[in-house]
């Protein structure tokens, strides 16, 4: 199962950034939470990087240590003033947010079952992470993505 999650998350990054954000929509934000954006996502791409050796490698609490990091990971909500939060909800689909929400909703799912020692529901939460990036970029950035058009993330309906 390892080797599976290893070759899914070599693939998923050679082919596309944790970047789910749809262009017009960051284009409209301000350079500074444009700069945040960027910030989070990054921050966000290293620590799903460094989970497949630690998990590989059997070490769970490395696996919880980076899950929490990325579960707390809301630099917007951290370092950015009223009016800029305004902004941000004013600006981004309100389906995007939810969709960023679940994210970091099974960012702390992960941290919390690596934590506990179940190593089979780290691999569960791993693959809940990968398919919440999935469908972000399916649903708000298909120009960047194009090949994630016809591939929906599981549970994610186009009719």
Same mark, same amino acid.
């Given at each position: 199962?390892?080797?599976?999650?290893?070759?899914?998350?070599?693939?998923?990054?050679?082919?596309?950034?944790?970047?789910?954000?749809?262009?017009?929509?960051?284009?409209?934000?301000?350079?500074?939470?444009?700069?945040? /954006? +960027?910030?989070?996502?990054?921050?966000?791409?290293? =620590? !799903?990087?460094?989970? @497949?050796?630690?998990?590989?490698?059997?070490? *769970?609490?490395?696996?919880?240590?980076?899950?929490?990091?990325?579960?707390?990971?809301?630099?917007?909500?951290?370092?950015?003033?009223?009016?800029?939060?305004?902004?941000?909800?004013?600006?981004?689909?309100?389906?995007?947010? /939810? +969709?960023?929400?679940?994210?970091?909703?099974?960012? =702390? !799912?992960?941290?919390? @079952?690596?934590?506990?020692?179940?190593?089979? *529901?780290?691999?569960?939460?791993?693959?809940?992470?990968?398919?919440?990036?999935?469908?972000?970029?399916?649903?708000?950035?298909?120009?960047?993505?194009?090949?994630?058009?016809?591939?929906?993330?599981?549970?994610?309906?186009?009719?």
């Amino acid at each position: 199962m390892n080797k599976i999650i290893g070759t899914l998350l070599i693939a998923f990054i050679s082919t596309v950034s944790l970047n789910c954000y749809s262009e017009s929509d960051v284009e409209s934000l301000s350079p500074e939470l444009r700069a945040l /954006l +960027k910030q989070e996502m990054l921050a966000i791409q290293e =620590g !799903m990087k460094n989970i @497949v050796p630690a998990f590989a490698s059997g070490n *769970l609490k490395e696996v919880s240590g980076i899950a929490g990091k990325i579960s707390k990971s809301f630099i917007l909500k951290q370092k950015i003033t009223d009016t800029q939060k305004h902004e941000l909800h004013q600006k981004l689909p309100k389906a995007f947010i /939810l +969709k960023d929400k679940e994210f970091h909703k099974y960012a =702390g !799912m992960l941290e919390h @079952v690596s934590e506990k020692g179940h190593t089979e *529901l780290v691999g569960f939460y791993y693959s809940k992470l990968l398919e919440s990036c999935i469908g972000c970029h399916s649903e708000h950035a298909s120009h960047r993505f194009p090949t994630l058009i016809n591939e929906p993330a599981k549970g994610t309906h186009h009719h």
